[in-house]
């Protein structure tokens, strides 16, 4: 799948399930950025949205690429590359909306690759000094198509 998703509430994004073999497993939703794989954990999404009016916001980090307001309610936007260190993106057409607690967190991505059932024995963890790296584990794609790196979703924004 790529950047031909427009939109997609939870009904839609449970269309792009993968059948269930009953394995304990959890769906994680995958998008590319920086020809990484990333994903993060399926109920955490919100929506998908294409072609977001971007509010610049001043002072604020430089990973933070402004809001976005959907149906009345003002979402930061992150620059996921920006934020890992490589370079920012120029395209802001693609947006993952994530809930991290009470918060909702829209991110840039290149791509919406799958949605995928991993069993939970698959995620490797990483070593203890990589914390800084923004992801919690990797593991190899059931099928066959690369690696996915796990966001650690509460480690995106700045902690006091």
Same mark, same amino acid.
């Given at each position: 799948?790529?950047?031909?998703?427009?939109?997609?509430?939870?009904?839609?994004?449970?269309?792009?399930?993968?059948?269930?073999?009953?394995?304990?497993? &959890?769906?994680?939703?995958?998008?590319?950025?920086?020809?990484?794989?990333?994903?993060v954990i399926a109920e955490d999404v919100v929506e998908?949205?294409?072609?977001?009016?971007?509010?610049?916001?001043?002072?604020?980090?430089?990973?933070?690429?402004?809001?976005?307001?959907?149906?009345?309610?003002?979402?930061?936007?992150?620059?996921?590359?920006?934020?890992?260190?490589?370079?920012?993106?120029?395209?802001?057409?693609?947006?993952?909306?994530?809930?991290?607690?009470?918060? &909702?967190?829209?991110?840039?991505?290149?791509?919406?690759? &799958?949605?995928?059932?991993?069993?939970?024995?698959?995620?490797?963890?990483?070593?203890?000094?990589?914390? &800084?790296?923004?992801?919690?584990?990797?593991?190899?794609?059931?099928?066959?198509?690369?690696?996915?790196?796990?966001?650690?979703?509460?480690?995106?924004?700045?902690?006091?």
């Amino acid at each position: 799948m790529s950047n031909e998703v427009m939109f997609a509430r939870e009904d839609e994004l449970e269309a792009l399930n993968v059948a269930d073999d009953g394995v304990d497993s &959890q769906k994680y939703l995958i998008f590319m950025a920086a020809h990484l794989k990333l994903g993060v954990i399926a109920e955490d999404v919100v929506e998908i949205l294409n072609n977001q009016v971007i509010t610049y916001l001043p002072m604020v980090p430089d990973f933070i690429r402004g809001i976005i307001n959907m149906r009345g309610q003002m979402i930061p936007i992150l620059d996921i590359c920006s934020r890992m260190g490589l370079p920012s993106r120029e395209d802001d057409s693609l947006v993952v909306v994530i809930n991290l607690g009470d918060v &909702q967190l829209g991110i840039l991505v290149d791509g919406v690759d &799958q949605m995928l059932d991993i069993p939970k024995t698959n995620i490797h963890p990483l070593p203890a000094n990589s914390a &800084q790296l923004l992801v919690s584990g990797m593991c190899s794609l059931p099928d066959g198509s690369g690696t996915m790196m796990v966001l650690d979703c509460e480690q995106l924004l700045p902690h006091d």
